[in-house]
């Protein structure tokens, strides 16, 4: 019976080492943080997302100078598509410290640390002085707050008069309804999110607004083919 021909030991050697570093690679990425994790997805699967909200909420409200805050940043491309487009100075903020790593690293790369400024800090209990903001954006940071009633009483009390917060989850009306639902497709694929449904609902956010004292809100969809999903709320809070 014929047999193919055996495999040269340096062949057989180089194999052995590629089927090595792909397991290396796989196991890095099981073990790797949520934050490198997050980091990795959104620059591939976010990569259209964070420009055309940033252009979307400097159209909006037309807020180009002043402080921005940044609430539970991330890796910060909110904050750099913003800085780009805009006079505004930014604290990007989060409470994970791996993340505030990358973000300054991100922050770095873009030429923009001496307008970004980036720290560890908890949106629940800010260090900053009242009436500071002139804007606040938080981009899928907020279903994670453990105390979103003190949360939003912070995010209104940093806020400088005839300032307007924009926080939630969506990705904005520029993203055309296939493109979300590619993304949301991504999302669950990687287990950044198991569904694309936040746990807090229209009801539930009415009701930790009005125990913030916030009086003057809008809740809003995510714009044109916006289905009614909640991952697509974002809440605007104006001073």
């Not at 923009?112 to 009242?130: K, N, T, W």
Request: hydrophobic share 40%; with cysteine; charged share 30%.
């Amino acid at each position: 019976m014929k047999t193919g021909r055996p495999i040269p030991l340096c062949g057989f050697i180089l194999l052995v080492l590629f089927l090595l570093s792909v397991t290396a690679s796989r196991c890095s990425r099981k073990n790797e943080s949520d934050a490198v994790r997050f980091d990795r997805v959104a620059r591939r699967v976010f990569k259209d997302v964070y420009p055309a909200l940033a252009q979307q909420i400097l159209e909006d409200y037309a807020i180009r100078e002043g402080l921005c805050l940044d609430l539970g940043c991330g890796p910060a491309y909110l904050a750099i598509e913003l800085a780009k487009r805009s006079s505004l100075r930014f604290i990007a903020v989060d409470l994970d410290s791996e993340a505030v790593r990358i973000a300054r690293k991100n922050v770095a790369a873009a030429g923009l640390s001496d307008r970004i400024s980036v720290e560890h800090g908890d949106v629940q209990r800010m260090r900053f002085p009242a009436d500071t903001a002139s804007l606040v954006v938080s981009r899928g940071s907020f279903i994670f707050w453990d105390d979103r009633v003190s949360a939003f009483r912070e995010v209104l009390r940093v806020l400088r008069p005839g300032g307007v917060a924009f926080v939630g989850g969506g990705m904005g009306r520029s993203i055309t309804p296939e493109k979300k639902a590619a993304i949301k497709k991504e999302l669950v694929r990687t287990g950044i999110r198991k569904d694309c449904q936040p746990s807090v609902s229209r009801f539930e956010m009415e009701e930790t607004l009005e125990l913030a004292n916030v009086t003057r809100y809008r809740i809003m969809g995510d714009g044109a083919g916006d289905s009614g999903c909640r991952c697509g709320m974002w809440i605007e809070i104006r001073k």
